[in-house]
């Protein structure tokens, strides 16, 4: 695995610093590893990453199916995420990705009684909190004195202090309930996009994630909730993209590489094992989920190692179906009064040549994640065919299902306390993930604030200047 001017560790060495030179390796290619990795590189640190699977992008990546390729999921951002925006620019993906121009979802609910209705969630380009003014008082989907009850609540949101610890002990449901809101408008609206973005219902969530959420989304900048998404396979972005990106940066990056183990050595400099070889370095960041990170973690390296273990996860389940024909004229709706939650037409950027495939994204699926496909197929098709008339006379080509039954970190109450930050007690020894504590839910947002945080924690201890391209965190909403 070595190759090029050896130094002590087996790996090339930095001529200017007279020896083996400051090295770090990043254990984990998914959007936090690589982060790391290029952050690190363009502040002149030699890096190694390391990840165990075939190929780059963790848990938002594409596979073939004939002659389709295919996200593992549906992986949305907001412009609010300012950290993924500045990851897409760094691989040079934004174009790839765009933003809508202004917020627009189109909601439609299938069990009113006169038939399907269509509402919309768009956004005027007014000041906030009037840039949803219009789309909120014009809302079908709730009762005029729903929608003014919304607004209000909407207006204590705003004025909670995410700062406060007592907010992560609350779940957001109760809060909900004690600001006079519906169960229809907790289904028309706060889950509609609270399940969506923290992968639980309102009773199931921190108030203080929940919070977090639709003040920066929703209530922070007019433009903040515009909804971006690749208009290209996932792994174009997050595999073969930053992969150019990481080679032009001079990382070293082993895929099939799973590290086994890590401990310091005499010297002071870390030593990590792979199948085969030892690896030295001067820093290592674990970018890896919370279990395997407990696994590798030497002893000491924190004061509750076991809270990682007490982090639980949560499951997403993707339905894909192919038709003969098109069946959605938009790009992708939202859904009520019916099991399915939100479906996006993936035809471009899948590469089908004839017919539509839609995508239906079903988050929080923990009744469903270990269904049949027979009984899967059996539920959707028919709630399909119900929002959409089109599909009712369409042969179905395909019908496959994918399973990430630990998609993100659970956000229940009290999760907050749980989450580790980049720093360990270890000296050179850092953590990335999501499921950090970057103050957001486990988004891909999360995943590169994450690995901005840990690469200015190495590079403060390995004595290197922020690389001035990084992003900055006052940047964010």
């Given amino acids: 695995m070595s190759d090029g ?96 121009d202004r917020l627009d979802v189109p909601v439609l609910d299938a069990n009113r009684p006169e038939g399907r209705r269509l509402g919309r969630l768009r956004r005027d380009a007014l000041p906030v909190p009037l840039h949803l003014g219009r789309s909120l008082a014009t809302y079908p989907h709730l009762s005029l004195a729903e929608r003014v009850k919304v607004g209000r609540a909407a207006l204590a949101l705003k004025g909670l202090d995410l700062n406060d610890p007592a907010l992560d002990a609350q ?37 203080a994630l929940a919070a977090m959420v639709f003040k920066t989304g929703l209530l922070s900048d007019p433009g903040a909730a515009d909804i971006g998404w690749a208009h290209v396979p996932l792994g174009e972005l997050h595999d073969r993209l930053a992969r150019k990106a990481l080679d032009s940066a001079g990382v070293r990056t082993e895929v099939r590489t799973r590290v086994t183990s890590i401990s310091t050595e005499e010297n002071g400099r870390w030593s990590v094992q792979v199948p085969g070889e030892s690896i030295e370095a001067d820093a290592v960041v674990l970018a890896v989920p919370q279990r395997e990170a407990h696994d590798l973690l030497p002893d000491g390296a924190l004061d509750a190692p076991e809270q990682l273990l007490a982090i639980d996860t949560a499951p997403i389940l993707n339905i894909h179906v192919v038709y003969d024909r098109k069946v959605l004229a938009r790009p992708f709706f939202a859904a009520l009064g019916s099991p399915v939650q939100w479906v996006f037409d993936r035809t471009g950027a899948s590469g089908l040549k004839h017919g539509q495939y839609l995508a239906l994204s079903q988050s929080a699926a923990h009744d469903e994640i ?108």
């Fill in 370 to 477: 270990d269904e049949t496909v027979a009984e899967l197929r059996e539920r959707y098709l028919p709630e399909l065919e119900r929002l959409l008339p089109g599909a009712r006379g369409a042969e179905v080509k395909d019908f496959f299902v994918t399973r990430e039954r630990t998609a993100t970190f659970a956000p229940a109450p009290g999760v907050g306390r749980l989450r580790p930050g980049a720093r360990t007690k270890a000296p050179g020894l850092y953590l990335a993930g999501a499921w950090t504590a970057t103050g957001w839910p486990a988004t891909m947002e999360s995943a590169v604030r994450s690995g901005v945080s840990a690469a200015d924690a190495a590079l403060a201890a390995l004595g290197r200047p922020r690389p001035r391209q990084l992003f900055e965190f006052e940047e964010a909403a």
């Fill in 171 to 207: 779940d957001f449901g109760s809060w909900l309930a004690a600001h006079g809101q519906s169960a229809r408008a907790v289904e028309a609206l706060w889950d509609l996009v609270g399940v969506a973005t923290l992968n639980a219902v309102a009773g199931d969530s921190s108030l």
């Fill in 5 to 100: 001017t050896q130094g002590g560790d087996g790996l090339p060495s930095d001529p200017s610093t007279g020896g083996a030179g400051r090295h770090a390796v990043v254990v984990g290619g998914g959007l936090a590893g690589v982060t790391t990795a290029l952050a690190l590189a363009d502040a002149g640190v030699r890096v190694t990453l390391l990840e165990g699977r075939p190929r780059l992008g963790g848990l938002a990546f594409s596979f073939q199916r004939g002659d389709l390729t295919v996200d593992n999921g549906q992986h949305v951002y907001l412009r609010c995420c300012t950290a993924y925006r500045w990851f897409l620019d760094r691989i040079e993906g934004t174009a790839l990705s765009p933003l809508q």
